[in-house]
């Protein structure tokens, strides 16, 4: 234990680049703890170098003429944004990819893209540092601190500027189906404090202990925190297992959809037709390869903008549609679609709103139920000062001039002859926590259709795959997931893939719904849960303290 006090002490003294180093590659190691790697006990070693680095902020000399505390705080906050740097650096390499599709156009942001959003996302981080600082006390105390700041940092940063809760550090407690299942109780969020005082507690516990002269009581502390919460988690993830797979009996047989279409390839003109033909094709065979003309399916489901034109403007898609769709069946499909708006009595002047959507159509092919998208993604789908930054010659990756709108809140439940009532998402929608359900009433099940396509085969779709399960558990409703290029899969609400194509696979999955779980504590209550598991930590970190241990 003696070699782990020597480990912080020399964390703590550290100056300069590398102080900054520490942090930024204790931030890089951090992602491995995330899909597809989940090596969640790389955080024993990480978080506490963290926890020690801030722990040295008091030994960073004041400047002339400068308040002494600032610069203890400007430290903290140095000490947490260069982990986070690290973090989302590693983390989000992967859209770095979307820049190299139309590489000729957009290339020359790439070096900005993998650097200016994870510098911007790290400010969450470098605050929850600095704030945490303001509240250090010795011993366990700053580690429930810093915990509760990272997880209220996190949460922040799934809601500022519309959001972006990628890899949310509470996902390291979710690498296996029976610890996924804490989720549904605590929200990723609530999973957030936790894994901060699992991953640093022990080896500040041990460090602590033996720089005190008390190494059995850091030794016994370490272990209950290392040992007791993933127990328990295990536990009651196993308990709730054991009820077994839900038995399919919804009568709702779905057939996804997985083209694999090559994103560069997707939308150029002289393409659309072999693409849409090839869609109609893999949609006429069974999982064996067999056609069947889909007897038995009750709703057929493709990607994200399956088809890159407007199918809503183009009779001959729906009559195709309707040619391909058999009676009592459905085709969902990502689509775009143009609406018109006259600015002027005389409708001269038109506005020309695009939406990207969740469109239902029948056997007639005509439309059934209909989804706009609600959460765009920012310089995907729309641009920040649009008008602006397109007379300057800017333009986001999707090329669509003024940007796509946003579709009407509260995001409604789509209806359909046969079908019970189920949610859409589209999308990066499936990684907002307690957002995916909106309104007063409960579906049946949720469709996200996406296109992962820009990525590559890279830990991004992993990541995305993921964070779709963990939403799935969170709200006890089965998932249908249609990826252009994967990973598609049905799940059920406990998170168990029923079967999955996986990443640049071209096949489709046929598989039953299975039928909602009872409503989760999580999805009854919300982030709620997170406040009152943030006001315990609190509480236990104030009252540790106001002691010695």
């Known amino acids: ?7 912080a002490a ?13 942090a930024f590659f204790a931030g890089v190691l951090s992602v491995l703890a995330m899909a597809p790697f989940f090596l969640w006990p790389v955080l024993f070693f990480t978080l506490p170098a963290l926890v020690w680095l801030i722990d040295g902020s008091d030994g960073i000399a004041p400047t002339a003429g400068k308040w002494p505390g600032s610069m203890r705080y400007r430290a903290a906050f140095l000490d947490g944004w260069w982990f986070g740097f690290g973090y989302f650096v590693a983390g989000l390499f992967w859209i770095g990819e979307a820049f190299l599709v139309e590489a000729e156009i957009f290339a020359w942001l790439l070096p900005a893209a993998v650097t200016l959003l994870p510098g911007g996302l790290a400010l969450f981080f470098g605050a929850a540092a600095a704030s945490a ?12 601190m810093l915990a509760v700041t990272l997880a209220a940092a996190e949460w922040l940063r799934g809601h500022v500027l ?8 509470g996902y390291a407690m979710t690498p296996t189906l029976p610890m996924m299942q804490t989720a549904g109780v605590l929200g990723i969020y609530g999973l957030t404090l936790w894994a901060v005082l699992i991953g640093a507690g022990p080896a500040v516990a041990l460090a602590d202990g033996a720089a005190t002269g008390a190494p059995r009581q850091g030794l016994v502390l370490a272990i209950a925190l290392a040992v ?3 127990a328990a988690s295990h536990v009651y993830g196993v308990v709730r297992l054991s009820e077994g797979a839900a038995t399919p009996r919804s009568g709702v047989k779905v057939r996804i959809v997985q083209p694999s279409v090559p994103q560069r390839e997707k939308w150029r003109p002289e393409k659309q037709g072999e693409i849409f033909r090839d869609h109609l094709t893999l949609s006429r065979r069974n999982a064996a390869g067999e056609v069947d003309e889909l007897a038995g399916i009750t709703l057929l489901v493709w990607p994200e903008a399956a088809m890159p034109f407007l199918p809503l403007s183009t009779p001959e898609a729906l009559t195709a549609i309707a040619d391909l769709v058999p009676a009592g069946t459905h085709l969902v499909t990502g689509a775009l679609r143009i609406e018109e708006h006259p600015l002027a009595a005389d409708g001269e002047r038109r506005r020309r709103d695009a939406y990207n959507a969740l469109m239902a159509f029948d056997a007639d092919g005509r439309l059934a139920a209909l989804y706009d998208k609600i959460h765009l993604v920012p310089f995907g789908e729309y641009l920040p000062l649009q008008t602006w930054l397109e007379r300057i010659g800017l333009q986001q990756l999707t090329r669509m001039r003024g940007g796509f709108s946003v579709g009407r809140s509260p995001r409604p439940l789509l209806a359909l002859p046969g079908v019970p009532a189920f949610g859409g998402l589209i999308c990066y929608e499936a990684i907002f926590p307690s957002a995916v359900v909106q309104g007063r009433d409960r579906p049946h099940f949720l ?3 996406t296109n992962d396509g820009w990525f590559g085969n890279t830990t991004g779709p992993r990541q995305h795959f993921h964070q779709s399960r963990v939403r799935a558990v969170e709200e006890g409703l089965p998932l249908i997931r249609a990826a252009n290029n994967g990973i598609s899969a049905v799940m059920d609400g406990n998170g168990r893939v029923l079967d999955q194509l996986g990443l640049d696979v071209r096949g489709v999955v046929d598989q039953v719904v299975p039928p909602r779980r009872p409503q989760p504590l999580y999805a009854r209550v919300g982030d709620a849960i997170f406040l009152v598991n943030a006001l315990m930590f609190l509480m236990v970190a104030f009252v540790l303290g106001r002691t010695t241990w």
């Open 1 to 7: 234990m003696m070699q782990i006090a020597h480990a």
């Open 10 to 22: 020399w964390a703590a003294e550290r100056r300069g680049w590398s102080r900054r180093g520490i």
């Open 133 to 144: 600082r303001a509240l250090w006390r010795p011993g366990l105390a700053r580690v429930l």
């Open 162 to 169: 519309t959001g972006f809760p990628w890899n949310v550090l």
């Open 228 to 230: 007791l919460p993933l």
């Open 447 to 449: 469709i996200n259709v």
